[in-house]
Structures are given as structure tokens and as C-alpha cells.
């Protein structure tokens, strides 16, 4: 699959676009006019710059308001496209995108508009360029991708065709099956971009709130599909309008951007295979033979299952004494010193805690890494740096465990280890050697972590975990605190053992060291004793307000000793129909606290109606 990208969705000046697009390993770029205007840059010097960095120049866009006009604003209309295609010649460019019009039409006639783009395709001709006739969502009168094609079937015009844009035809919930009936010959450029699902005008959505494809909630495997049934073989390109990734580094969003389409393309391939001969094509069905039924050719990643669990969570600090003592309050018992490094082991059952001291000079406490049990660790390590994620190396002396590292979006360290049956871990044995190691009383295992994704890589975030993880993103929420409404979203396997949390930090703290607040949370099977037994050992819990306890029995009815008992430990509460959720948090430390919990039943959530009391507790403790 040829790969393009318009320069739009970067920051940054043209030159500094193009070498990101080409870092990121684009085989293309779309040359949005502004940027062209706008730059020292002449189209030669341009042109000679793109092949220098070995990029193509796929498409020139946009030109606006053309069609359905009065013969005078026409002849203006051509007048401007010739001086258009003259650019274009010169930049050595040979497609030019042309949106429906929104703003200057004033005859709603398809023959009028038809003999206008038969105008322009024959002046197009004569300059040896193709027109790209693309139906926006907010077009005056043409509005859908059937009607745009319909005219240039009218037209029949070798250097008229059309352009794909799953935004304007996923926004609007046009059905995308007869993309396949389309002559691929007339398809000239597919663009593609993601969105969150909301309720508001489509042209302020599209101006705002297109992301890449994995971070939003369009069905773009199935738009690609009936695309790549349909025959086409030309460019994939994003273009996306977003206001956060034209504030970002360009360099990294370019990366994030080209992750987005290994993603889709890989998801495209599997959607062609789950729905074959379920097409206009009626051919069998199987995978393997996607590159001999379709002409475009689809590239697959190592195929990885969802993680099993939790291997354990780590926790970077220069001064540890409150750690140690908060975790020894919970229940957890200190495994030991690492042999060779400045690394401390905490666990309790299952649930494992590292406090690393190294390189962490002054730094307060903050979750600094994750690891989780897979299949295979090699494979799913080939798997995330084929989608761009960075490597992390950590150094390793003889009979120690060789961790498969990758760098997360907000910098946490992914850690990928071989899961054993019975929830053990083998480089446990690094730790504490000499000494005996007590049974805890408890039985736990990491819960959820919720981390905390600066402004600008929140995006990016949910992609990294979607596509690298094979986590599932749940529909996001927005939970209130006392500095705003925080943006959360849920990142989960299907059978729910591993739980991330992503909640969006505040703007003023997304830059430099982490000072938001992140937790990570151990569920028990005795949430009432562990918190007696914590509670004896001298644990400081978050101090829960008598006005929460008293909205609580009015919504549930509670027993009144089970009530007071909750009062008593400071201890949270939910139900649902699947079952009950019990659990309570620590103080913070530095920027982590601890949460732990209790589920009975099938209850699958997070106690999100507690979330804005715990946020509310939280903030007047910190700013006392």
C-alpha cells in the first residue's frame, strides 16, 4: 500500500514537514496550498527537495468553490485553475484535489455542473494534469460521494475522477459497499482520517477533531476493504485537521501518523479476510490470498494475542522511604535488593511493585514502567517496532532476565515478559538473595493502572496501546474535578485481566517531569479486612467526606452496618446489575498513590460515580 500523508496535519514550516514525512517513512505527501504560499520554498526548490528525501508529490489541494457557478465566476474559476496547473507543472505534481462547492454555487443543475467540470477537465488535459472531484459532507449540493461520482461518470472525461474521503462519507454514514461498484480507473486519490463519534456540525467537526485511524471510532477497515475490492491502487493519505497535532512536534506526530496507517492497513487486510466472499466479488474466503485476488497489496504485523496480565508495575523515586512504608502498610512484603542494581522488590501475591532509585536523582516518586505477561515477547517486540515504537534497552549481566522494552507515548517503559500459568515471574530470584520470604496474607494482583497522557499525546496514546498491546479502547468519559472536566480513557482486554487507564493531565503540567497524579490499584478478595489490617499498620487513607456516605445510602439503601463500616475505613462504594465494587485510596506520594479494590460478582468498571469525589478529596489536600 502506497502511504501519503497531506502536509496539513504537521506543525512546523513545509521544509520541516517534508524531511519529518520522510523520517517517519511516508512514501508520499500532499502539498496543502497554504503551506506552499507560505513558504520561502520555490515549487523547483521543492520539487527537488521531495526527491532528494525520496518522497513523492501525490496530490495538490485544495481548489475550492468551482462548480455550479454563473458563467462569469467560471471563467474566473478556469482562469485561476489554469494558473493552478502551471504551478503544478513546475512542482511536478500531476492530481489536483477539487472540493464540491460550498460557497459560490448558486445553480443546483447536475447537467450545469457537468458541463462546467468537463470545462475544466479538458484545460486540465491540455496541462497533463488529473482532477481529483471530491464530495464534502458540507458541500451546498453535492454532499455525497455517489452524487460526486455520478458526475464524473456524466462528464467521461479521461482526466476526471474522484477522491475518497472516509471523513466526508463516515460523518455522514453513507453506506461504503458501493464504493465497490466504482471503476478504479476513476478513483484518482483515497484519503483517510479517523474521528470520536459527537453530536455537532459536521464542517466544525472536521476542522477539529479528525484524528489518525485507531484513535477514534470510525469503521475505517471496512471503508479500506470495500476500497481495495473496488480495484484501487493508488495512494492511502491522511488528512487530518486537528488543533492539538498542529501544536506537536512535527517529527513525532509524522511518526505517530505513519503508525496510524500500518495500523489500518493491517486491519483492512483482516477485515478482508473475515468478510470474504461476503463482497460484489463473491471470492472465497482466506487471508492468505489477498494479494493474489486484489491488486492493491496489503502488508500484515506478527500477529500477538491480548496480554494475560499484569507482570508487574514499577515505580521511579530518589528518596524511597515513603514508598516502602506506604507499600508495607497495604500488606506487602519486601522481597529484597536486585543483586546488581539499585532496585527494590515489593509483592503481594501476584501483584508485584518495583521501586527503582537508579538515575532517579531528586525525582519524586512516578510510575515509570509496566510489564506485562504475553505469549511470546520476541514476537510482540517485533510487532511494536514495526509500528514505530521506540526501543528500550536495560543493562543486563549474566543468568538475568532479558526484558523486550518499548517506549510509551508519555515516555512510561513497556516492558513485554513471558508469562507462567500459575502468575509467577522467573526474575523474581534476581532479589533479596539470602533472605526468607513470608507468605503475605493476602492474595492480590494488579488491578488497573491509571496513567496520566499530556495534552498533546493523548491521541497518540490510544493508538500506541490499541496497536502495539492489542488493547481495546472503551468509549471515553469525562469525569468532573475541581480543576475542569479530565478526559478518561478505558484500554482493556476482553477478559478484563489487564486495565489501563488513560486520563488526559492537565494542560499546564503536560510538559516536563510528571507532577500529575497517577495510581496504581491491587484488587483483594477481602477489601474490608485489608483495609483493617492497613489500617493497623499506621496507613494514612484519602479521608472520604460524611456528605458522600449520606448521597450513598439515599441511592443504594444500604444496610446501615455495612454503611458504617464503609464510613469507618473511609472505604468507597458501587453496584450495577453485574455486581458490587468496593475500594479506597492511599495519600500521594510524589505523583502516585494507591488504590486498592474489591469486585464482587461481574462487575467490570471502576467505581466512575467515586471518581469525582476521590479528584475533589485529592485537590484539597494538595493545595491546603
Known amino acids: 500500500m502506497r502511504t501519503g500523508i497531506a502536509t496539513v496535519c504537521l506543525s512546523g514550516t513545509l521544509k520541516e514537514k517534508m524531511h519529518a514525512c520522510a523520517i517517519a517513512g511516508f512514501d508520499g505527501i500532499e502539498i496543502f496550498e497554504q503551506d506552499l504560499v507560505t513558504s520561502p520554498l520555490s515549487p523547483e526548490d521543492v520539487r527537488k527537495m521531495a526527491a532528494d528525501l525520496g518522497l513523492g508529490l501525490d496530490l495538490y489541494q485544495p481548489f475550492r468553490d468551482f462548480d455550479g457557478v454563473t458563467p462569469d465566476l467560471l471563467k474566473a474559476n478556469l482562469r485561476r485553475a489554469e494558473a493552478k496547473f502551471k504551478l503544478m507543472s513546475r512542482l511536478g505534481m500531476d492530481t489536483i484535489l477539487v472540493c464540491s462547492n460550498v460557497a459560490t454555487a448558486t445553480i443546483d443543475d447536475d447537467g450545469v455542473r457537468a458541463e462546467q467540470l468537463a470545462q475544466l477537465a479538458g484545460l486540465a488535459g491540455d496541462h497533463g494534469i488529473k482532477v481529483a472531484y471530491e464530495a464534502l459532507a458540507w458541500g451546498k449540493y453535492v454532499n455525497d460521494y455517489e452524487h460526486a461520482y455520478r458526475l464524473v461518470e456524466m462528464v467521461d472525461h479521461p482526466n476526471l475522477g474522484t477522491c475518497l474521503d472516509s471523513f466526508h462519507i463516515l460523518s455522514r454514514d453513507w453506506d461504503t459497499a458501493p464504493i465497490e461498484k466504482i471503476n478504479p480507473e476513476k478513483i484518482f486519490f483515497v484519503q483517510v482520517a479517523d474521528a470520536p463519534k459527537l453530536s455537532m456540525d459536521v464542517l466544525s467537526w472536521s476542522r477539529h477533531y479528525r484524528v489518525f485511524p485507531g484513535e477514534g471510532q470510525f469503521e475505517l477497515a471496512k471503508f479500506m476493504g470495500h476500497v481495495v475490492r473496488a480495484g484501487y491502487t493508488g495512494p492511502v493519505s491522511l488528512e487530518v485537521f486537528n488543533d492539538v497535532f498542529r501544536q506537536s512536534d512535527t517529527e513525532r506526530t509524522a511518526v505517530d501518523a505513519m503508525r496510524s496507517l500500518i495500523w489500518l492497513e493491517e486491519q483492512s487486510a483482516k477485515w478482508l479476510a473475515d468478510n470474504a466472499g461476503n463482497g460484489a466479488d463473491g471470492a472465497p474466503s482466506g487471508g492468505a490470498t489477498l494479494r493474489r485476488r486484489y491488486p492493491m497489496e496489503l502488508a500484515t504485523l506478527p500477529k500477538v494475542n491480548q496480554p494475560a496480565g499484569f507482570n508487574f508495575a514499577e515505580v521511579k523515586a530518589d528518596n524511597t522511604a515513603q514508598l516502602e512504608r506506604l507499600l508495607g502498610q497495604l500488606g506487602f512484603g519486601f522481597e529484597g535488593r536486585h543483586r546488581t542494581k ?283
Open 342 to 624: 539499585d532496585v527494590q522488590l515489593w509483592s503481594m501475591g501476584q501483584a508485584r511493585v518495583i521501586i527503582n532509585e537508579q538515575a532517579a536523582s531528586q525525582a519524586e516518586p512516578s510510575i515509570a514502567a509496566l510489564g506485562f505477561d504475553v505469549d511470546s515477547p520476541v514476537i510482540a517486540s517485533a510487532r511494536a517496532q514495526q509500528l514505530k515504537a521506540p526501543v528500550v534497552a536495560r543493562r543486563v549481566q549474566a543468568d538475568e532476565e532479558v526484558f523486550q522494552g518499548i517506549s510509551a507515548p508519555d515516555t512510561t517503559e513497556i516492558f513485554l515478559c513471558q508469562g507462567s500459568p500459575d502468575g509467577t515471574a522467573a526474575w523474581t530470584h534476581e532479589f533479596g538473595e539470602g533472605l526468607e520470604h513470608a507468605r503475605s496474607a493476602q492474595n492480590a494482583v494488579i488491578d488497573h493502572v491509571n496513567l496520566a497522557q499530556p495534552w498533546q499525546h493523548f491521541d497518540e496514546a490510544v493508538l500506541f496501546y490499541t496497536s502495539a498491546l492489542a488493547l481495546e479502547p472503551q468509549p471515553f468519559a469525562e469525569v468532573p474535578s475541581p480543576s475542569g472536566l479530565v478526559r478518561s480513557q478505558v484500554m482493556e482486554t476482553a477478559d478484563g485481566a489487564v486495565r489501563l487507564v488513560l486520563n488526559l493531565a492537565p494542560v499546564q503540567q503536560a510538559h516536563g517531569p510528571k507532577t500529575y497524579q497517577e495510581h496504581i490499584a491491587f484488587a483483594v478478595d477481602d477489601l474490608v479486612a485489608a483495609a483493617r489490617a492497613a489500617r493497623a499498620r499506621g496507613l494514612d487513607f484519602l479521608q472520604i467526606p460524611a456528605n458522600y456516605y449520606e448521597d450513598l445510602d439515599a441511592r443504594f439503601d444500604l444496610d446501615p452496618g455495612f454503611l458504617a463500616t464503609l464510613r469507618e475505613l473511609n472505604l468507597l462504594y458501587d453496584r450495577d446489575a453485574d455486581g458490587e465494587f468496593l475500594h479506597f485510596y492511599t495519600a500521594t506520594v510524589g505523583s502516585v498513590f494507591f488504590e486498592m479494590v474489591e469486585r464482587r460478582g461481574n462487575y467490570s468498571g471502576y467505581g466512575a460515580p467515586n471518581a469525582p469525589v476521590r479528584h475533589a478529596v485529592q485537590y484539597d489536600s494538595l493545595h491546603r
